[in-house]
T-cell receptor
């Protein structure tokens, strides 16, 4: 049981480049979310999805795009990378039950130069 | 807008001591309050989840409490061990688990 898998683990981008961070879960969870973690700021919600075909913005959505074509996958796209997007990105998934455990991936370290 | 605060940012205690980590939140209309552990370079691991109707949850040496009226939660760790060294984060779930508001964490070091 793989849980939540994120790829790549490390990436260096040049300003203006685009890329996609991949997130996949094998637990048939409806809820999936993307967070970024910056020093001294905790985790902040970027985008989230409550099921296939349904996505919505979180606290810091600018510069990011998401789609949810399947239950398993929730990719995060950086449209035109900026140094301010240098961060650690975490994907999370959970069932719809608010009493259920949330599972996080191991993170993707992104540096924009 | 929900705001979650964790103080102190870092804490060091000798092995074997009991300790309490604090979490405060501004909006008491929460579904749940969750505690996570994060090891360096790793993702978050769920430790305890307290539903809004509950006052506390226990798992082994860990006990988490919730006081919605005062906007506070605590994580109590009994008989601390070096393996407990990690960053502990709390998060408030106002709408469910798809949208959590996190505190900035407390970095705990247990001194052997």
């Amino acid at each position: 049981n793989a849980g939540v898998t994120q790829t790549p683990k490390f990436q260096v981008l040049k300003t203006g480049q685009s890329m996609t961070l991949q997130c996949a879960q094998d637990m048939n969870h409806e809820y999936m979310s993307w967070y970024r973690q910056d020093p001294g700021m905790g985790l902040r919600l970027i985008h989230y999805s409550v099921g296939a075909g349904i996505t919505d913005q979180g606290e810091v959505p600018n510069g990011y795009n998401v789609s949810r074509s399947t239950t398993e996958d929730f990719p995060l796209r950086l449209l035109s990378a900026a140094p301010s997007q240098t961060s650690v990105y975490f994907c999370a998934s959970s069932p719809t039950d608010s009493r259920a455990t949330i599972y996080f991936g191991e993170g993707s370290w992104l540096t924009v130069v | 807008k929900q705001e979650v605060t964790q103080i102190p940012a870092a804490l060091s205690v000798p092995e074997g001591e009991n300790l309490v980590l604090n979490c405060s939140f501004t909006d008491s209309a929460i579904y749940n309050l969750q505690w996570f552990r994060q090891d360096p370079g790793k993702g978050l691991t769920s430790l305890l989840l307290i539903q809004s109707s509950q006052r506390e949850q226990t798992s082994g040496r860990l006990n988490a409490s919730l006081d919605k009226s005062s906007g506070r939660s605590t994580l109590y760790i009994a008989a601390s061990q070096p393996g407990d060294s990690a960053t502990y984060l709390c998060a408030a779930g106002n709408f469910g688990n798809e949208k959590l508001t996190f505190g900035t964490g407390t970095r705990l070091t247990i001194i052997p």
